[in-house]
């Protein structure tokens, strides 16, 4: 297990330049662009996912999006995909949770992710997996399809035709005819496709996702490499003057390591500094087993500095752990 999360770790290394170009590129920021309110989260819950993502990356990864403070209001849905053998006992996708609005029934939704993602769901059909969202979430005006391959089950009967914007997360995906379909998906739908996504960085390119789906796009993007437990980082990103709040995101890939952010301060364009000790900023933080998220309101123009600590290394990767750590600034609290 170690020997896997340390070729995680380099995988994500090689591959992470690349992910970041294709996300900043794909951001779907523009003037014309509307914030997406109803999302349906398809994900593949193939036996394969049991390697390709062993630390269940793809849950933290939609916990992320839960979590955040400018999703409360927005509705979710999510399915689960894999193969099946009996249409009725044995159906090739399922509900994990029904779509909903995310306040209320944010601990509800993430515990239906952690016992329903189980990588018990034999090969991948796509069929069955736009299907199922079809049914379960007409209203949707986007979607999030993310598998570790191509399709095998009948002729693909291009389901996602005729469906809202997807957003598409290719993981681990290698095969030249796999990439090309999950291209097409995204082109077809006026999605965006995540090309080199790795169980490592897979926290980020969800962000990333998410800051597209929110009419956004990820301000400062700080990549980390901690060799021991107690070792801090300190950054600092410009404020603008419309901005009212920010979402930092910390992500790494494996559970057994953790880390903290700290000394939160706002050094102001006239030189005043503002603080959570202050009770200036205010601070909300969710955590999960491979991310951190911290909102922050009641911020004006400035540099806002933050430090950035691992409490806890325990995968024993010799080359270190990356953590990174994503800034997201936003006009509204």
């Known amino acids: 297990m170690v020997k896997r999360r340390q070729l995680s770790v380099v995988l994500g290394l090689v591959f992470g330049l690349a992910v970041l170009f294709a996300m900043n590129t794909g951001a779907a920021a523009g003037a ?6 109803n999302i349906e989260a398809i994900i593949d819950d193939s036996g394969s996912m049991a390697g390709t993502d062993f630390d269940k990356n793809r849950v933290e990864g939609l916990k992320i999006l839960l979590s955040k403070s400018g999703n409360a ?3 979710f849905g999510a399915i689960e995909f894999g193969s099946g053998y009996d249409p009725v006992t044995d159906p090739a996708a399922t509900t994990v949770f029904a779509p909903q609005v995310v306040a209320g029934n944010e601990a509800a939704m993430k515990a239906a992710l952690d016992a329903n993602i189980d990588a018990m769901h034999g090969a991948t059909d796509y069929n069955a997996a736009f299907d199922k969202a079809k049914t379960d979430n007409p209203g949707a005006n986007a979607r999030i399809f993310l598998t570790d391959g191509g399709h095998n089950a009948d002729p693909y009967a291009n389901g996602h035709q005729g ?4 957003y598409v997360i290719g993981l681990n995906v290698t095969a030249d005819d796999a990439i090309a379909r999950l291209k097409q998906i995204a082109a077809d739908t006026g999605g965006v496709y995540f090309p080199d996504v790795t169980t490592a960085n897979l926290n980020a390119t969800m962000n990333q996702v998410d800051a597209a789906l929110n009419c956004q796009s990820i301000g400062n993007t700080y990549s980390d490499t901690f060799t021991k437990q107690g070792q801090s980082k300190t950054h600092s990103t410009r404020i603008s003057s419309s901005t009212r709040s920010a979402d930092l995101v910390l992500s790494w890939a494996s559970g057994l390591d953790q880390f903290t952010i700290g000394s939160i301060k706002l050094r102001t364009s006239n030189g005043a500094t503002i603080s959570v000790a202050k009770s200036r900023l205010r601070i909300k933080r969710t955590s999960g087993k491979t991310f951190l998220t911290v909102h922050i309101r009641g911020l004006k123009r400035g540099k806002l500095r933050f430090k950035l600590r691992a409490s806890k290394l325990g995968s024993g990767s ?16």
């Not at 014309?32 to 309110?37: D, F, G, K, M, S």
């Not at 010799?318 to 609290?333: C, D, M, N, P, W």
């Open 73 to 75: 209001k927005k509705t």
């Open 32 to 37: 014309t662009c509307t914030p997406a309110t």
């Open 163 to 166: 469906g809202p914007p997807t």
């Open 318 to 333: 010799i080359a270190g752990v990356v953590l990174t750590t994503q800034a997201t600034q936003s006009r509204t609290r």
